[in-house]
């Protein structure tokens, strides 16, 4: 029996709801399912996940799909035993909550082929986690220029090279040469993957043609977990690859230092007082406007409302987060 061509591996935990989706879109591809595996490393889900793969590799047994544990429980772990147990020239990543176009992996080979890039991807439609209105508003953020910045892999209309990608595809002997995914750092594992990638002298390429489909967080708490995440474990990074911060990753930290700055001015300072509430006004007045062109474009007009919550979650936790990071290691 071949080898197939592509490995899909997908670090995966509790996701029982959308496991079943993403292996559907797998299958869908336009390559044929002889050319494709899939990889599952599943942190011991404690949900029906592991029952969801068994049975649609029972209904699809010409798919293969391997099922292997990650006691580690980690994301770079998953990958990292994923990647062992992968035995296709091409590895791409996915995750448990993602769709992927019918043509996503041909798409992502053909690019590689072509010598676009060593890590290739697509930009990402986001779509709320939750039929609500804050779960929409959320979704909207998530591509909002004032949320995401210049992020190419959620806003790119043509393509070009980046600095990262979300759900990157690669040739085997790339992790070959740069080595796995860095299990020190349990978020951010794919930026400092792809900053060994750019430091070796290759390129990260993403291809708006290259689509999928990402669900955002459901609201605002666990919106606020995965940001605060983000912006600590970006520190942990930054120790290492102090150069890679983005201006959209910069202002976050910036903005919370400020207003913490101010607030305790505030408390014997009348001017800090007016310039820490101006400070809001004005920033509350930048994201409401800034809110009125997508709210009107999908007729969801609670998103008005939405929008600044979620763009405020998302920078006061990022900032948080980072400033956190640096007081622990402190």
Not at 219 to 231: E, H, V
Not at 285 to 304: D, E, N, R, Y
Not at 307 to 328: C, E, N, R
């Amino acid at each position: 029996m071949k080898s197939p061509l592509v490995s899909v591996i997908i670090p995966c935990y509790n996701e029982e709801a959308t496991i079943g989706g993403l292996l559907h879109a797998i299958h869908q591809q336009t390559l044929p399912t002889t050319d494709v595996e899939v990889v599952i490393a599943d942190g011991m889900s404690t949900d029906r996940t592991r029952e969801r793969i068994a049975g649609f590799q029972k209904a699809h047994p010409e798919l293969i799909i391997k099922l292997v544990d990650n006691t580690k429980r980690i994301i770079p772990a998953a990958l990292n035993l994923a990647l062992e147990n992968a035995t296709g020239e091409f590895i791409v990543r996915m995750d448990g909550h993602t769709l992927p176009a019918a043509d996503y992996l041909e798409k992502c080979i053909q690019a590689l082929v072509a010598g676009k890039g060593e890590n290739v991807g697509g930009v990402l439609e986001v779509k709320p986690g939750r039929d609500t209105w804050i779960a929409k508003s959320i979704a909207l953020a998530a591509v909002h220029p004032l949320g995401v910045g210049d992020a190419h892999y959620r806003r790119a209309t043509a393509a070009t090279e980046a600095d990262t990608v979300a759900f990157g595809s690669f040739r085997r002997s790339l992790v070959e040469k740069i080595g796995n995914f860095d299990e020190t750092l349990l978020v951010n594992e794919d930026y400092e993957f792809n900053t060994r990638i750019r430091a070796s002298g290759g390129r990260i390429w993403i291809d708006p043609g290259i689509r999928a489909v990402y669900y955002s967080r459901p609201d605002l708490k666990s919106l606020a977990r995965q940001y605060f995440s983000y912006g600590y474990w970006k520190f942990k990074m930054l120790q290492r690859y102090p150069g890679t911060i983005r201006w959209r990753q910069a202002l976050p930290p910036v903005f919370v230092f400020g207003l913490l700055m101010l607030l305790l001015l505030s408390a014997f300072w009348n001017f800090a007082r007016i310039v820490f509430a101006a400070a809001i006004i004005l920033y509350l007045f930048i994201l409401i406007v800034g809110s009125i062109k997508p709210a009107i474009k999908t007729k969801q007009p609670l998103t008005i409302i939405g929008i600044p919550l979620a763009i405020a979650t998302m920078h006061v936790s990022w900032g948080s987060g980072f400033w956190w990071s640096l007081a622990k290691g402190a």
